[in-house]
């Protein structure tokens, strides 16, 4: 099949005009380029003059657009000319400006009346108030700023008019005002500067009032034509979404622009194509399934294969994934530089410096970590070690928030970057400096351009409003709004090799293999969440564009890129996000209903799985080393340091986690806790138990008055915090709650629900007895929360829990080997306390074990029952010895042994 620039080239040489003297208009500076190609492939020749539609509006305005960051600049500039001393200071100014400014550029873009919309906003706004009797601040403020909408919109022109600059959006507006668009004199002008007698507009699809305007006026003063690239399928088809925009236009614009409309070819109708849908699991699955793909095609098809990427953060894995045959690849959509190690580790220094001003000089331990093991921060400091023995430090002290002078103390001579700054522009300055310092060795390109790129913006944030007096937080949103028109871009030759590229920017181009992923919901097409202050009503009054039509146009682009390829591969990410992510595009359904049915086209489904190599996580053929070697070094271990409940059930679920942490003694590292967790929030009311039950024991009263104070003491245990804001707030109001409310009802149940008097003998009690086994004796060890003895001489162990308890793993129905089961862990936890207790008072004859859920604190104690009996018996501890405890220590030392046996 022709390409669809090989026909408009064509189209412009047979035009009857010197081809020197031809203008053609397209959607992009990529086509214009692809376009060239097809007139240099003969002979030399003058070539016509190819613009995109931007540059033509730029060179009928006559006015250059601003960038958006000068847009920013210019709307706070606005702001506070319009508010006068009510104005949001910068920081509050920043959260809500990028959507005004992205509502303002839409309704310049589209030639809507921008004050009659605005006052409509105000008035839809102030409706949504009325009845109520005493609006809130926040209420106010919000309404206040839709008051002054109409007069900022002013303003923000104005301001930007004094710069010689003005929108892109009002750029269109100037150049071809709707309806009428270019007069004939501007037409005139126009062509006698750019030596042009033909004029065609190539490749468009929906067309905003002002390009619309363009289109008329360029056919009505200069005849010019216009070249629209589709399908019959979804032209004809009057619900499909692809053709949405092009049969409303078929409809609207004179008949000389539509010619090319009422003949449109029937590519999938005619031809052949091949149509593959694979499934892969997660992101990186995904980036791994283009890199396959590649693969099984060879490198001599990857010269005529775009691989679409609708998800631009896929871009450096696929980059990775490519196979080794692939010599050429030309990336056209830009690394976003967000994505990169250097703006990463710039923003992160920003981040911790923003938590420090909101928290009152305090440093978060999480940020503070982020900065210590960042890469990019190594490249900064003049002792890169200095930074791994801070981590250390950092984790073993177990602070979550710390003050200037412990990380002066932290950190020493290399603290700079880490010291408060009295004009955060001193913390840019510095950033800058050593980026620079960083720069000035040759680094290789993938390293060096995003730095440059980063420098450039730390740079500019410094010069950046003079007179303002900015907030860290405010330099952070400068940063990432400038980080934004900062892409790293790809140097390639742009015709040669692999095709790597955003779907906007395929307009007008075809190949002959397609690969686009993903195709998701909410990424092709995206979702519909963009951030708009104006209401759907008043979008469709105006005319501005509404989710369903930038769906529309997005379908049309995929259903374009398609239409001549002879095969086309749909790759799904098949792992649900809980968003709906997870579910395949609705354009890969309808791939698989409508196109399905044209007899040329075949249509496949196949999954890719890229399943975890168990080796990376375990030795080679993931088995648990048994034998002679590994035996003595469990015996030892077993007889030297015993196990615990906790030790017996690790075994009973994974042998190689039980081999890993009791005989290697390789532990998790200790966790600090920036927030509440059950862990933590246990630990402390444990203590908080601990403190009480030692009180009664020893003075004979319930201290309920000193409850807050030991709160305070457990939580700062597991959650060092000088903070009285923000989580650890919380944190401390959420323990305090529970401790007061156990406590209190605790203090009830001992006064007054006890049907027998007890003493207490052993608060975090230390148990411990020796089990005799074949190759010598095993001590078992645990912590009893809270031991007692009641007045009929039986011994009590209480255990408390936080956490949700299954009443059903306390219960044996007859069979003590149950409690070998996983589900009976509490139970086997119970018994082997009982047990062990039985060990160290052998005149015992009566005991009672039980669990105390502390988040219900009015509920009773849980007892141990087996065969519904919850009072223990020495005959049953013996039997549980004999028929659970030691049949399970020995088959602890049977596995280890020898495993084959």
């Known amino acids: ?47 016509p003059s190819v613009w995109a539609i931007e540059e033509v509006m730029a060179d009928l305005a006559g006015i250059p657009a601003a960038s958006p960051t000068e847009q920013l600049l210019a709307l706070f500039s606005a702001h506070r000319q319009v508010a006068g001393t009510h104005a949001d200071p910068l920081d509050e100014f920043l959260r809500w400006a990028p959507t005004i400014l992205r509502d303002f550029g839409e309704l310049d873009r589209h030639g809507a009346d921008a004050n009659a919309a605005l006052r409509e906003l105000r008035e839809i706004e102030a409706l949504g108030e009325w009845g109520l009797e005493e609006p809130t601040e926040l209420m106010q403020r919000r309404l206040g700023l839709w008051r002054q909408l109409p007069e900022l919109y002013a303003a923000y022109h104005e301001a930007l008019g004094a710069q010689g600059m003005t929108t892109p959006g009002m750029q269109f507006r100037r150049a071809s005002p709707p309806p009428s668009g270019p007069t004939e004199a501007q037409w005139v002008n126009w062509r006698a500067r750019h030596g042009v007698d033909r004029l065609f507009f190539a490749g468009f699809n929906a067309l905003t009032p002002p390009e619309e305007a363009l289109l008329r006026s360029a056919h009505l003063h200069l005849g010019a034509q216009a070249l629209w690239d589709a399908d019959r399928h979804y032209l004809d088809l009057e619900v499909h979404e692809a053709g949405e925009a092009l049969r409303d236009l078929a409809r609207r614009l004179p008949e000389g622009l539509t010619v090319d409309l009422q003949d449109a070819p029937a590519h999938w109708a005619t031809g052949q194509q091949q149509i593959e849908i694979v499934s892969a699991s997660r992101h990186l699955g995904v980036a791994q399934s283009v890199g ?7 490198p001599d098809m990857a010269r005529q294969t775009a691989v679409v990427l609708g998800d631009e953060s896929l871009l450096v894995p696929v980059l990775q994934a490519l196979p080794e045959g692939i010599e050429e690849a030309n990336v056209t959509m830009g690394l976003p530089l967000y994505l990169t190690l250097p703006y990463a580790g710039v923003e992160v220094f920003l981040q ?3 938590a420090r001003e909101q928290n009152r000089g305090s440093y978060p331990r999480r940020l503070l970590e982020a900065t210590l093991i960042h890469p990019f921060a190594a490249m900064m400091v003049a002792n890169p070690s200095a930074l791994v023995r801070a981590q250390f430090e950092l984790r073993r002290a177990r602070r979550a928030h710390w003050s200037a002078a412990q990380v002066e103390a932290l950190l020493g001579a290399d603290a700079t970057l880490w010291r408060p700054a009295h004009d955060p522009r001193q913390l840019v300055q510095e950033l800058a400096k050593r980026t620079a310092h960083w720069l000035s060795v040759p680094r290789p390109a993938w390293e060096g351009e995003p730095a440059r790129a980063v420098l450039q913006i730390l740079e500019r944030l410094q010069g950046m409003l003079p007179d303002e007096v900015l907030g860290v937080g405010s330099l952070l949103r400068l940063y990432r709004s400038l980080a934004t028109e900062s892409p790293v871009a790809f140097f390639g030759e742009p015709f040669n090799g692999l095709q790597i590229m955003g779907l906007l920017e395929t307009r007008a181009l075809d190949f002959k293999r397609l690969i686009v992923a993903p195709l998701n919901e909410g990424v092709l097409p995206q979702g519909r969440s963009t951030a708009s202050f104006l209401p759907f009503d008043l979008r469709k009054a105006y005319g501005l564009p509404l989710p369903q039509d930038r769906e529309s146009v997005a379908a049309y682009h995929l259903y374009r890129l ?30 698989q209903l409508e196109l399905a049915r044209y007899p040329g086209v075949r249509v496949t489904d196949r999954r890719l799985n890229w399943p975890l190599r168990p080796d990376q996580f375990q030795p080679e ?20 340091k015993g196990l615990s409940p ?32 059950a862990d933590a929030l246990g630990t402390a009311l444990h203590y908080v138990h601990e403190q009480l039950y030692k009180t009664l024991r020893d003075h004979k009263t319930w201290a309920l008055d000193r409850v807050e104070a030991w709160t305070h003491e457990g939580v700062n ?61 095993v001590p078992v060890r645990g912590t009893a929360d809270r031991i007692e003895r009641w007045s009929d001489g039986r011994l009590v162990v209480v255990d408390l829990k936080t956490g949700s308890v299954d009443e059903a793993s306390t219960r044996c129905k007859s069979d003590w080997a149950e409690l070998q089961k996983p589900s009976k862990a509490k139970g086997f936890q119970l018994m082997t306390y009982a047990w062990m207790l039985g060990q160290r008072y052998p005149d015992a004859h009566a005991f009672q074990v039980g669990i105390a859920p502390m ?17 223990l018996t020495r005959a049953d501890l013996d039997a549980f010895e004999a028929e659970v405890l030691r049949p399970l220590a020995n088959s602890i030392a049977e596995f280890f042994q020898d495993r084959s046996d």
């Open 855 to 871: 988040r219900r604190p009015h509920d009773p104690v849980l007892w141990f029952s087996i065969a519904k009996r919850s009072l």
């Open 1 to 47: 099949m022709t390409p669809f620039l090989q026909r408009v080239a064509q189209t412009a040489a047979e035009c009857g005009v010197p081809l020197h003297r031809v203008g053609i208009v397209l959607p992009t500076r990529r086509a214009e380029r692809s376009l060239r190609r097809y007139w240099a492939q003969d002979q030399p020749i003058l070539s």
């Open 621 to 640: 053929g993931a088995d648990v080393p048994t034998g002679p070697e590994v035996w003595p070094l469990v015996a030892d271990a077993l007889q030297r």
């Open 352 to 354: 911790l410096h923003e």
């Open 646 to 677: 906790t030790g017996f059930q690790r075994f009973l679920e994974d042998p190689y986690l039980f081999l890993v942490r009791n005989v290697l003694e390789i532990r998790e590292e200790s966790r600090t806790h920036d927030r509440v967790a």
């Open 292 to 298: 396959a793909l590649l693969e099984e095609w060879g």
């Open 717 to 777: 245990k597991e959650m060092p915090s000088s903070l009285d804001t923000g989580y650890p707030l919380l944190t401390r109001q959420i323990a305090l709650h529970m401790a007061q409310a156990w406590a209190e009802a605790e203090g009830q149940r001992n006064e007054d629900d006890r049907e027998l008097a007890f003493e207490i003998i052993g608060v975090e009690e230390k148990l411990e007895a020796l089990l005799q086994l074949d190759f010598g004796g």
């Open 562 to 591: 398609m239409q001549r390829a002879e095969t086309v591969v749909m790759v799904v990410n098949s792992e649900p996000d809980g968003l709906g992510k997870g579910e395949a595009s609705r354009w890969v359904r309808q791939a």
